[in-house]
């Protein structure tokens, strides 16, 4: 189950990369390369969402949601004591005296 989760997990995350690399900004147009704005506007103009902002949102939350069932499983499946350094040993200390 976790390497299935973590499969879609892997293709949302490249595809989130992809997707988002691929909008333009708010202020892509012809003024925003001189440093004005489009509108008085704090953002830019405000758009409809087209299919590109849809499936960043629909993408994010896949994202999210394959995140919270990978800390799940990893909690549930594992062995630990929930602690990253629980299964560490640690050195012997060396008792030397100070000269």
């Known amino acids: 189950m976790i390497i299935l989760v973590t499969i879609v997990h892997v293709i949302v995350c490249l595809f989130l990369i992809a997707v988002v690399l691929l909008q333009s900004g708010a202020s892509a147009d012809l003024a925003g390369a001189f440093g004005g704005m489009g509108s008085q506007t704090a953002f830019g103009p405000r758009s409809g969402a087209n299919l590109l902002t849809k499936l960043t949102t629909w993408a994010a939350i896949i994202f ?9 499983l990893s909690v549930r499946g594992g062995n630990s004591n929930g602690s990253v350094l629980g ?13």
Do not use: C, D, R, Y
């Not at 999210?64 to 799940?72: K, W």
């Open 87 to 99: 299964n560490s040993k640690s050195l012997p200390t060396q008792n030397t005296p100070a000269k």
């Open 64 to 72: 999210m949601l394959t995140s919270f069932t990978l800390a799940v």
